[in-house]
């Protein structure tokens, strides 16, 4: 079994582990054209499942540059985040 020191290890934010490793999260590679559409299904499910077991209705906007925004209903504090 190889053994790691500290000077081998690199911590990254979680939003650069996502961007680099997209398969992990949305059983697609980074070169897919289906990449987008599986993260908008997931900020979607997301944005209308509840953590109470409850669903939403949710607002979906996307731009002609292929950008998106998602909006729900309810109002989230900053300790939510």
Known sequence: M???TADQLRVIAFEEHVRAR??????????????PTEVLQRVVWDAMHHRDGTH???SVEITSDLS????DE???SADEW
Request: hydrophobic letters at 35%; glycine letters at 4%.
């Open 2 to 4: 190889e053994r790691y």
């Open 22 to 35: 997209p398969a992990m999260y949305f059983r697609v590679e980074r070169d897919s054209a289906e990449l």
């Open 74 to 76: 309810l109002t989230h």
């Open 56 to 58: 939403g209705q949710v």
């Open 68 to 71: 998106f925004t998602v909006e």
